[in-house]
T-cell receptor
């Protein structure tokens, strides 16, 4: 069983719409949670950390539900440039040993 | 600007060859990582290093070794390449105090025939 599970998508979203997707993690000892973004044929880049109380970064909102062991990401007012694969990432230590999900592909269409 | 570079974008090797993948970062980061990325499996950690000459096994170290003689350079070695090591290899680095904030190189697409 994978430690981090994501719906691979693709999620096809009209420009300006809202899209949300989740990931689940299996290790209850996970302490830190993140979303990375990977553009087609590019390297992953940190999008945002996910805090217990939920947090926003512009049009992006991340939520954490420790009891159910899932993390969500919501994108408001989608832009064409939001088209990418979003990687859910969890960590159970402070050494930077990250567990990556396989990613959710988002395609924003005009 | 933060930069992680990898020695090759594309590499084709034959089964049984010894393969060296080089990674260099210019950010004075303490931590460095090697991952492989395969469709449907995501990134999987092969090895990481939190200091010069230190190395730790990741989730899939079998068939690989690493070397970190200088802080800025982290090498991945495939002692005897096999076809199941055909993959995209990504190197990353991060600062000691924000180990989760990993900066990735562009990747090396390795094909073993």
């Amino acid at each position: 069983r994978k430690e981090v599970e994501q719906d691979p998508g693709p999620f096809n979203v009209p420009e300006g719409a809202t899209v949300a997707f989740n990931c689940t993690y299996s290790n209850s000892a996970s302490q830190s949670f993140f979303w990375y973004r990977q553009d087609c044929r590019k390297e992953p880049k940190l999008l945002m950390s996910v805090y217990s109380s939920g947090n926003e970064d512009g049009r992006f909102t991340a939520q954490l539900n420790r009891a159910s062991q899932y993390i969500s990401l919501l994108i408001r007012d989608s832009k064409l440039s939001d088209s990418a694969t979003y990687l859910c990432v969890v960590s159970a230590d402070s050494w930077g040993k990250l567990q990556f999900g396989a990613g959710t592909q988002v395609v924003v269409t005009p | 600007d933060v930069k992680v570079t990898q020695s090759s974008r594309y590499l084709v090797k034959r089964t049984g060859e010894k393969v060296f993948l080089e990674c260099v970062q210019d950010m004075d980061h303490e931590n460095m990582f090697w991952y492989r990325q395969d469709p449907g499996l995501g990134l999987r950690l092969i090895y990481f290093s939190y200091d010069v000459k230190m190395k730790e096994k990741g989730d899939i170290p079998e068939g690989y070794s690493v070397s970190r003689e200088k802080k800025e350079r982290f090498s991945l070695i495939l002692e005897s390449a096999s076809t199941n090591q055909t993959s995209m290899y990504l190197c990353a680095s991060s600062p000691e105090d924000r180990a989760y904030e990993q900066y990735f190189g562009p990747g090396t697409r390795l094909t073993v025939t």
